[in-house]
Structure formats: structure tokens, C-alpha cells
């Protein structure tokens, strides 16, 4: 059983970690949604077995990831009608590495914890390239014994793996991860923007800043597909507007203001109004660009 794990939700995040873990020469019953990733697997690999619902993952594994896009989406998974609550035994494992709220891993776990199943909560960072590389950024909460008996699933998909804390500490460190991530967007896209329109060539920009203190991931990644308006989606706008709500909420609850996040979380509720949500988060250059009037390359 230890080499047999249970993985649920095979999205742009999903499938490559499921690549990397068959790589690592972990054997996987897999459920999606859609059933088109599902097929894809099962016809790459004889390693991949397909279950029909998340409870039939659960009876064939002790261990199970998810890999959802919100709260709702892993509660159902989870305690809903043919969910993994129904299907895990006790001494089982759940590894939640979707991005949701707090409260709502603090809630499941609690359901777990009734059966006798052990939880963690272990969002990760890197986007769609990270995923596909193995080297995402996994914060993870909850008990240590049940960090290391992860620490081979996570060292397959991750190069950063950190216990942060006890239950949900994950989830907080991720919504820190958002907020920063978001205002480094706001920020890059500024700059690019205004560097630009001043008459000054973007990529060279680029190349500057990220040779002194203004470097960052964002810029180093995303800079030269912002300037070239490639925007297909390795992290959509919609889900970063979920995650900053997160981190607001959290915020509210701990009395930690935030106001250039909830600035920052209105240009992105803006983009998806326009119908760019299902963009790659570095859109947000193009909504800086159509307040200036001017769009790079243009």
C-alpha cells in the first residue's frame, strides 16, 4: 500500500504532479471531474488505476491527495455523498494540497480526526512550471510523524518542503504566499508599463531590474511573457482572486490590516469582470495597459 497512492484532481496543477509522482515510481488511483486527464493517465501508464468517485480512491489507498481548485470543492470531496470520509480507513492519510481557507481544512480535519484518519494541509507555490519540473514550494501543516511519513510523496513534486506548523499553518503561510505574489504583479506591471510608454525597451527593463534589489520569481518568469501579452493560463486570474479573498479574510479574523492587498484583489475582481479570468494572472499588465491607454508593442 505504501507505494500506492490515491490522487483527486487532475488540473493544470494536478496532471504533471501525477507525472511526477509515477516517475518517482509511485502507483496512483486517480478521480477527476473530467474524465479527458483521467483517460490521458491511464493510457501513459499501467501504474494508473481510475476510480469512480472519491470513496473508491479511498478503499484502494492509505494515502490521499487533493488537488482542488476551492473549499467547496475539497468539503465535497471529502465529507460529501461518496467522498473520501466514506471510504478512508482509520491510520489513513490525507494530503489536501489544494489552496483553500483556513477554517475549512480546520473543519475537515476535525471531521478526520472522529475516524481516526490523520490530515495535512499542504498548499504549494511555483505555477504550472513548477508542477511539471518537480520543483514546487510546499507549506505544510499539521503533525510532524505525518509530515515525514508524506516526505516521499512531497519530495517528488516539491524541492522546497517545509512544516510551517500545526493544522491550517499551511494554508496561512499560502495566503501570505498570494498576497506577495499579487503585489509583485501590481508592481512589475507598473513599472513595465510606464517603463515602456517613457520610450525605454521592456526586455531591457527586465534585464536590469532583475540584476539589483527589484528582482524577483515574478519578474524572472513572467516578464518576458507579460511584455509578449502570452497569457495562457498556468495560474487563471479567478483562482488568484479566491486566494486573496483567503488572505483578507484571514486578515479581518486576526485584525491584521491589509489595504494594498484589497486594493491589489479589485484590479483582479476587475479583470474577471472584462472576462479575463481564465487568463494567466500576469494579465494583469493588460488592465494597467488599457488604464494608460497604451499597450506595449503597440
Excluded: W
Excluded at 487563471?236 to 486578515?251: Q, Y
Aim: proline residues 4%; hydrophobic residues 45%.
Amino acid at each position: 500500500m505504501a507505494d500506492r497512492i490515491g490522487l483527486i484532481g487532475l488540473g493544470i496543477m494536478g496532471k504533471p504532479m501525477a507525472r511526477n509522482l509515477l516517475k518517482a515510481g509511485f502507483e496512483l488511483v486517480v478521480h477527476n471531474r473530467s474524465q479527458g486527464a483521467v483517460e490521458e493517465l491511464t493510457a501513459e501508464s499501467k501504474k494508473v488505476t481510475a476510480a469512480k468517485s472519491p470513496k473508491g480512491v479511498a478503499e484502494l489507498v492509505d494515502i490521499v491527495i487533493t488537488m482542488l481548485p476551492d473549499s467547496p470543492d475539497v468539503r465535497d470531496v471529502v465529507l460529501g455523498e461518496n467522498g473520501l470520509l466514506e471510504g478512508m480507513r482509520e491510520g489513513s492519510l490525507l494530503i489536501d494540497m489544494s489552496t483553500i481557507a483556513p477554517a475549512t481544512t480546520i473543519e475537515i480535519g476535525e471531521a478526520l480526526d472522529q475516524r481516526g484518519i490523520h490530515s495535512l494541509d499542504a498548499p504549494v507555490s511555483g505555477g504550472d512550471k513548477g508542477a511539471i519540473a518537480g520543483t514546487l514550494s510546499i507549506m505544510v501543516g499539521g503533525q510532524e510523524a505525518d509530515f515525514e511519513r508524506a516526505r516521499p510523496v512531497f519530495e517528488a513534486v516539491g524541492k522546497t518542503i517545509i512544516l510551517v506548523g500545526d493544522r491550517s499553518a499551511g494554508q496561512v503561510v499560502k495566503a501570505c504566499n498570494q498576497i506577495v505574489v499579487a503585489l509583485n504583479y501590481a508592481a512589475v506591471s507598473e513599472a513595465l508599463v510606464m517603463g515602456a510608454r517613457s520610450g525605454v525597451d521592456p526586455e531591457k527593463i527586465i534585464q536590469v531590474l532583475n540584476g539589483g534589489l527589484a528582482a524577483s520569481r515574478v519578474l524572472e518568469m513572467r516578464g518576458p511573457t507579460m511584455i509578449n501579452h502570452q497569457f495562457d493560463p498556468g495560474f487563471r486570474v479567478d483562482l488568484h482572486r479566491k486566494d486573496l479573498a483567503i488572505a483578507l479574510n484571514t486578515g479581518n479574523a486576526t485584525q491584521v490590516p491589509l489595504p494594498v492587498t484589497a486594493l491589489v484583489s479589485q484590479f483582479f475582481d476587475a479583470l474577471s469582470a472584462q472576462g479575463r479570468g481564465n487568463l494567466d494572472h500576469s494579465a494583469y499588465i493588460s488592465l494597467i495597459e488599457d488604464l494608460a491607454g497604451y499597450h506595449i508593442g503597440e
